[in-house]
């Protein structure tokens, strides 16, 4: 036995009408509380807020500060900001709290404008959560980037970039680790979109404290993805296990959309030695005895205990998936350091369909256990797992599980 689920708590938040996207979760510095944020959507894709919640009692219990964000109009054509996919992280060096997230622009209320029109920004806090300061865009280091050209290969009005609900890591140059994904551009400039939901290359923002501005400063190398052959999307929103001296372990996502008879759905992955500026060219995520891990396309997030293992949360499929589905089970499995794959004795299930949903099948919505968010008791080394979950499937809202899982 490699984990035991020792607690579960179905209906533990719930926000009426609203689908509760990417739970974030850090431990304050100058005391015992915590903070939680995540996103309230009302449709797929559409954010109308980011909420920050406060615990005093380890997450027993939470108590609402407020919206850290807004969606909210423009112009006089219905066009929209929508603001979130946001994470906290607590640097105890710099002693800050620091909010990730992106402004996303839909001009004139629609999706196309997304592919093209997305800046990435942050926040920070030097009083536990409770004031923050106000945005401060991305921009990577150098004189080649401004506020347009705001990182490598990436263009405001072009095409965009993006960090999806991120697991902020340490990395041992002592950089902070933002996953980024960028749209691709085809040869004469114009996007690259196959499927008309872009097609994506991943790498990772590298964030350096200065002590002397109290700021950060943001850099960032290669990006990697793969052809059609392999994914109808590329590849998109990383997470990162931190192995040992410089090496980090990238997982992404793909996608087989429409393409599930000659295409596999699973995750993929890639290995930097070098704090996370290069990266080999990326492999699919295999089970230790070569077997396919497979997993349709949505987020994964690894974890970096403080035992010093690395944890895969996420779903993992019996046969291949079909493009985005099925988003269950939820599962949680350790990787093999020295092998980079999954140990597939260790797979165990934290959530599933239930029963009743396989009496209503044939509603617009779905079965989705993704869109989790993770986090390390640090009092007792268990793992949270948060993630949402849909009772009726004729509503698009959910409830927000809590799940507690003991490594053994």
């Known amino acids: 036995m490699f984990f035991e689920i020792i607690g579960k708590n179905d209906k533990y938040l719930s926000y009426k009408d609203y689908f509760i996207l990417g739970p974030s979760v850090a431990y304050c510095i100058n005391s015992e509380d915590m903070l939680m944020n995540f996103d309230l959507f009302n449709a797929s894709d ?13 997450g027993s219990t939470w108590v609402e500060q ?22 906290l992280y607590t640097d105890i060096h710099a002693k800050v709290m620091i909010y990730v997230a992106n402004d ?9 404008s997304l592919w093209r029109m997305r800046t990435l920004y942050y926040r920070l806090s030097f009083d536990d959560g409770y004031t923050w300061t106000d945005k401060k865009y991305i921009i990577q280091k150098g004189s080649s980037y401004n506020s347009k050209q705001f990182i490598k290969d990436v263009e405001f009005g072009v095409n965009m970039a993006a960090s999806v609900s991120p697991v902020i890591v340490r990395a041992k140059d002592n950089s902070l680790l933002v996953s980024v994904q960028i749209q691709m551009l085809d040869k004469d400039g114009t996007l690259l979109n196959p499927t008309g939901m872009g097609y994506m290359k991943a790498g990772v923002l590298k964030a350096f404290w200065n002590s002397e501005t109290l700021d950060y400063e943001w850099d960032l190398g290669e990006y990697v993805t793969v052809g059609l052959d392999k994914s109808v999307r590329g590849l998109y929103e990383p997470t990162y296990g931190v192995i040992n001296n ?21 995750k993929f992955y890639s290995i930097s030695v070098d704090n996370g500026y290069t990266w080999s060219e990326p492999e699919m995520l295999l089970y230790d005895d ?15 205990h403080s035992n010093g ?39 165990t299930i934290i959530d599933t369909k ?12 779905v079965v989705d256990y993704s869109n989790h968010g993770i986090y390390e ?16 499937l004729t509503r698009y809202s959910c409830y927000l599980n809590r799940y507690v899982v003991k490594p053994v």
């Open 46 to 58: 559409s954010n109308t807020g980011s909420l920050l919640l406060r615990s005093s009692d380890n």
């Open 66 to 87: 407020g919206f850290i964000e807004k969606s909210y109009v423009y112009d006089f054509k219905n066009s929209w900001v929508k603001s979130g996919y946001g994470a």
């Open 104 to 112: 996303t622009y839909w001009e004139e209320n629609k999706l196309a």
């Open 246 to 266: 410089n090496e980090i372990m990238m997982i992404m996502r793909n996608s087989n959309y429409r393409q599930s008879d000659t295409i596999t759905g699973a």
């Open 290 to 304: 070569g077997s396919i891990m497979y997993s349709s396309s949505c987020i994964p997030k690894v974890l970096n």
């Open 309 to 347: 293992d690395i944890y895969y949360i996420g779903v993992i499929n019996e046969e291949n998936p079909k493009g985005n589905l099925p988003r269950y089970p939820l599962c949680i499995a350790k990787i093999e350091k020295e092998t980079k794959r999954i140990i597939k004795k260790s797979v």
């Open 354 to 365: 239930r029963k009743n949903h396989d009496l209503e099948a044939n509603t617009s919505n």
């Open 377 to 392: 008791d640090k009092k007792t080394g268990d793992i949270v797992v948060l993630a949402p979950y849909r009772e009726d």
